[in-house]
């Protein structure tokens, strides 16, 4: 199995500020707003200044569902923190009217999910009913890990997640990422960034619609405050 294309529980950009950055941002941790002013700073202050941040906002799962076709998404240039609630605008209002969410950007797991099984059976392998269908059991073939990384990613976001923080790396079609997931009480979302060493590609961020709004607060707060402690270089 090509478990090389991911790893969970992996040290990413954080573990170079923080000694314990999978508690940092407990509710019982010290200094834990000083942590996320910090990592709110460093994951996306840069991005959104060069413009190479990035909204995913994804919904469609409900009640307990995880299939693939059913993850709808729309994604969206960001510039500066009005263009991400300007976003969050359209959403409330469709919401409120009952409308159509934001187009979305094409399938986020069921489209790539079908071109990387097809490239399996090219290649030779026979792939069952269980393992397409068992998201569990995509790793048997190559960038099934991938999709099973991501998976788990977007089920947690939509269906909550006991563990406040935790950082994956994983190989995907625009190089490698690290994929920062926080769910706070503040909000639930994920941060994906390039490589450490990595000089250039975009920042992702990625939340559930009913997550728009609080999450857009936290990080406007938290940039902020980075700049009035003088934090953003």
């Known amino acids: 199995m090509p478990y090389t294309e991911a790893q969970e529980h992996t040290p990413g950009r954080l573990h170079t500020l923080f000694a314990e950055p999978y508690s940092a941002f407990d509710n019982q941790a010290m200094e834990r707003q000083l942590h996320l002013v910090v990592a709110l700073k460093v994951l ?3 991005p959104l200044r060069q413009g190479r ?3 995913r906002v994804i919904h469609g799962w409900e009640n307990g569902s995880a299939e693939p076709a ?3 998404h729309s994604e969206h240039r960001v510039d500066t923190m009005a263009d991400a609630t ?3 605008d359209r959403y409330r209002q469709a ?9 979305t950007a094409g399938s986020l797991l069921a489209v790539p999910l079908a071109e990387a099984i097809a490239a399996a059976e090219r290649q030779g392998q026979t792939i069952d009913d269980e393992t397409r269908h068992n998201p569990a059991h995509w790793p048997m073939f190559p960038h099934g890990l991938s999709l099973y990384t991501f998976f788990k990613v977007y089920h947690r976001l939509t269906y909550g997640e006991d563990d406040s923080y935790r950082v994956s790396r994983c190989d995907t079609p625009q190089g490698m ?3 920062h997931e926080f769910h706070l009480e503040e909000g639930e979302f994920a941060i994906v960034t390039p490589a450490t060493d990595a000089e250039d590609g975009d920042t992702l961020v990625i939340l559930h619609e009913s997550q728009l709004a609080p999450v857009l607060a936290l990080m406007e707060e938290c940039l902020i405050a980075a700049r009035k402690w003088g934090l953003v270089g």
């Open 44 to 46: 996306l202050e840069a």
């Open 53 to 55: 941040l990035m909204l």
């Open 70 to 72: 059913a993850l709808a």
């Open 86 to 88: 300007a976003v969050a």
């Open 95 to 103: 919401t409120e009217q009952g409308g159509e969410f934001p187009d």
């Open 177 to 179: 990422r690290e994929i």
